[in-house]
């Protein structure tokens, strides 16, 4: 089993959508979490970190459920330049960033 | 400009050959990190290093070596390449562990023939 896993979909929502992505971890003993876009195989850049009590930057919003072990990320308002790859990671032990092979988002007009 | 420079951007390289990657950062980040990234396999960890000498194994790192002298620089070396090392290459950096961001080089295209 991956470490961490995520639906490759494409998810493809016409603009205005509200879309939400789930990411599972394996390690129970993880404690940090990240989304990080990552457009047309450009360097993966951070989206939000993921704190236990949820947290929203603007339209996007990230949770995480440490019993089901996943996370979450909810976009509303989908704009055209949101579409990209998603990456869910995770920091299972110190110094290793482990990530998941991404969600792709295509919005379209 | 600070952040993670790799070079070169892209190669094509006969089977066998030796080759190194390289990658600098000027952030003064203790941690360092290798990554290759397939399709459909996204990235996975070849080497990393938390601090100036001493590195560690990721998911993927037979046939890879890495060095860290020192803090800015962190060379990854395939002594002998093989078709299958044919992926992108990033290089990230991070100020302590993985519980901070990751800052990214922009990739190195390899194409092992």
């Known amino acids: 089993r991956k470490e961490v896993e995520q639906d490759p979909g494409p998810f493809n929502v016409p603009e205005g959508a509200t879309v939400a992505f789930n990411c599972t971890y394996s390690?129970?003993?993880?404690?940090?979490f990240f989304w990080y876009r990552q457009d047309c195989r450009k360097e993966p850049k951070l989206l939000m970190s993921?704190?236990?009590s949820g947290n929203e930057d603007g339209r996007f919003t990230a949770q995480l459920n440490r019993a089901s072990q996943y996370i979450s990320l909810l976009i509303r308002d989908s704009k055209l330049s949101d579409s990209a790859t998603y990456l869910c990671?995770?920091?299972?032990?110190?110094?290793?960033?482990?990530f998941g092979s991404g969600t792709r988002l295509l919005v379209r007009p | 400009i600070a952040g993670i420079t790799q070079a070169p951007t892209s190669q094509i390289l006969a089977a066998g050959r030796r080759m190194t990657l390289r990658c600098t950062q000027d952030?003064?980040?203790?941690?360092m990190y290798w990554y290759r990234q397939d399709l459909g396999l996204g990235l996975r960890l070849i080497h990393y290093s938390n601090t100036a000498g001493t590195t560690g194994k990721g998911e993927v790192p037979d046939g890879y070596s890495v060095s860290r002298a020192n803090t800015d620089d962190f060379p990854l070396t395939l002594a002998s390449a093989v078709p299958s090392q044919t992926s992108v290459y990033f290089c990230?950096?991070?100020?302590?562990?993985?519980?901070?961001?990751?800052?990214f080089g922009q990739g190195t295209r390899l194409t092992v023939v």
């Open positions: 993921v704190y236990s």
């Open positions: 990230a950096s991070t100020r302590q562990g993985g519980d901070t961001e990751a800052f």
């Open positions: 952030m003064r980040h203790n941690a």
């Open positions: 390690n129970s003993a993880s404690q940090s």
């Open positions: 990671v995770v920091n299972p032990t110190p110094y290793k960033l482990i």
